[in-house]
């Protein structure tokens, strides 16, 4: 993922997007959605592409990819097949929710690991949820994981704790799109230093030496 990615931002100055899914979520979304199946050939992972430019970059993402080493691609040469190829990425968490509620962790890795904890997350689940189901998607360009979780207990942590301890683990963040919260907080740690979590106390007292902002919420 790293790779292709550093490939992409050299040879491709017009590169907007670069979203991931894996198979198993492609069928879920296919399956809800009541689409026919697609017609490009199925792999592991996907990768979606986007660039705006007032040439038509598609000469040098085609070099950008062969140089990269990716073996198949399909380009969206008007608004309908753009949007229907999108519609297979977007359509991920409304397939998810469809199937049951999901433990939906948001994360981030350092681009040289994704590859590694994408391909560790379903093993690691399957260890400890036998019957659960992984759903993987995010953005490429920042290392983004949206991790979805289906068939657990809504109270049963167990999975999302060990799943950030992977995360942190790899160098990565357990909040990356969505915060910490309430949700999150007795896992900051695992990501955070004693020195980070007394200098971030600081500063909201500082701010705050009421504690009416937010009270409770992360410090």
């Known amino acids: 993922a790293a790779e292709l990615l550093g490939v992409l931002r050299r040879e491709v100055p017009a590169l907007e997007a670069a979203d991931f899914f894996l198979d198993g979520g492609l069928s879920l979304v296919v399956e809800h959605q009541g689409l026919a199946t697609p017609t490009f050939g199925r792999a592991p992972v996907y990768v979606m592409l986007e660039c705006a430019a007032r040439d038509d970059p598609t000469e040098e993402l085609a070099a950008a990819l062969e140089k990269a080493g990716v073996q198949d691609a399909v380009v969206a040469d008007d608004t309908a097949s753009r949007e229907r190829l999108w519609r297979l990425r977007e359509g991920l968490p409304e397939a998810v929710a469809g199937h049951g509620v999901p433990h939906k962790l948001d994360v981030g890795l350092p681009l040289d690991r994704l ?105």
């Open 115 to 219: 590859a590694e904890f994408i391909g560790r997350v379903p093993r690691l689940v399957a260890e400890l949820a036998p019957e659960a189901q992984t759903v993987l998607w995010g953005h490429l360009g920042d290392g983004n994981v949206h991790v979805n979780v289906l068939g657990l207990d809504l109270e049963d942590e167990t999975v999302d704790e060990a799943v950030f301890r992977l995360v942190a683990g790899y160098g990565g963040t357990i909040s990356a799109e969505h915060g910490v919260g309430v949700a999150k907080a007795r896992w900051l740690g695992l990501v955070r230093g004693p020195g980070e979590l007394a200098a971030m106390a600081a500063i909201k007292r500082a701010l705050d030496p009421e504690g009416i902002l937010n009270p409770g919420v992360i410090l």
